[in-house]
């Protein structure tokens, strides 16, 4: 008799095949959940950046902090900033010369909503910035290193 040729795949070996890729991609899925979340993170980040170098200039031109809250002409600014798709609000308290971010879009329930609040400290050479968040989020606290 003749041997007979095997066409194809069986369905055990597709069945293999589909189970692979269903764990594969629950290990996957939730890493770039996060990898997506901290890049919205550098962007928040990033939108801190002209406020805080705003205020080191004016703390470092004035010898203290602005006397006035969100006085954005006050420190060299055109104008308040605009929102973005990851900072909605932002403000500068007066006599500290913290800055205040609201985060939206990062991850809707956990962080949309929360403040990141930058506190600046002059020392002789330099205004040193530390982080603080209302968020509890271990991704926001990891990224900005908050307590």
Not at 47 to 76: H, M, R
Not at 132 to 137: E, V
């Amino acid at each position: 008799m003749g041997k007979r040729v095997q066409k194809g795949f069986t369905l055990i070996e597709l069945m293999i095949v589909v189970a692979i890729i269903g764990i594969l991609a629950a290990i996957a899925i939730p890493q770039y959940q996060d990898y997506t979340v901290k890049s919205k993170l550098s962007k928040v980040a990033a939108c801190a950046e002209p406020i805080k170098l705003a205020v080191a200039l004016y703390a470092q031109q004035n010898g203290s902090f602005p006397t006035t809250a969100d006085d954005w002409t006050g420190l060299g600014l055109k104008a308040a900033p605009t929102a973005t798709s990851v900072c909605s609000g932002y403000s500068v308290t007066a006599a500290t010369g913290a800055v205040v971010i609201t985060m939206t879009g990062i991850k809707a329930t956990v962080i949309d909503g929360l403040t990141l609040t930058l506190t600046p400290t002059i020392n002789s050479t330099a205004v040193n910035w530390v982080p603080t968040t209302t968020a509890t989020d271990a991704l926001v606290l990891q990224y900005f290193k908050a307590s």
